[in-house]
Nanobody, 115 residues
Framework: QVQLVESGGGLVQAGGSLRLSCAAS????????MGWYRQAPGKQRELVAA???????NYADSVKGRFTISRDNAKNTVYLQMNSLKPEDTAVYYC?????????WGQGTQVTVSS
């Protein structure tokens, strides 16, 4: 079992920045990759950024150059630094931990970007 706790969401004006955190606990040795997904009202959940255990990253085209995923192994925490935020970034952001036979999800944190 892996437990994920997100924090850092909130309300920000367009052009502003936020940093999301995802603290993992439990069987963290089984995690192959961690990522951030988001789901806006009426839309499907989509991948925003992912980070493998080997350090490879992957970003959605819509956030490339604005968002950065990183991790602190000592704290078992993954971060999503979001800069130059746009109203279309408004969504619930979810942390995901991928293991060999499935994945775990955090509870989600709301990010709202006002124009």
């Amino acid at each position: 079992q892996v437990q994920l706790v997100e924090s850092g969401g909130g309300l920000v004006q367009a052009g502003g920045s936020l940093r999301l955190s995802c603290a993992a606990s439990g069987s963290i040795f089984s995690i192959n990759a961690m990522g951030w997904y988001r789901q806006a009202p009426g839309k499907q959940r989509e991948l925003v950024a992912a980070l493998t255990s080997g350090g490879s990253t992957n970003y959605a085209d819509s956030v490339k150059g604005r968002f950065t995923i990183s991790r602190d192994n000592a704290k078992n925490t993954v971060y999503l630094q979001m800069n130059s935020l746009k109203p279309e970034d408004t969504a619930v952001y979810y942390c995901n931990a991928a293991i060999e036979c499935g994945s775990y999800w955090g509870q989600g944190t709301q990010v709202t970007v006002s124009s």
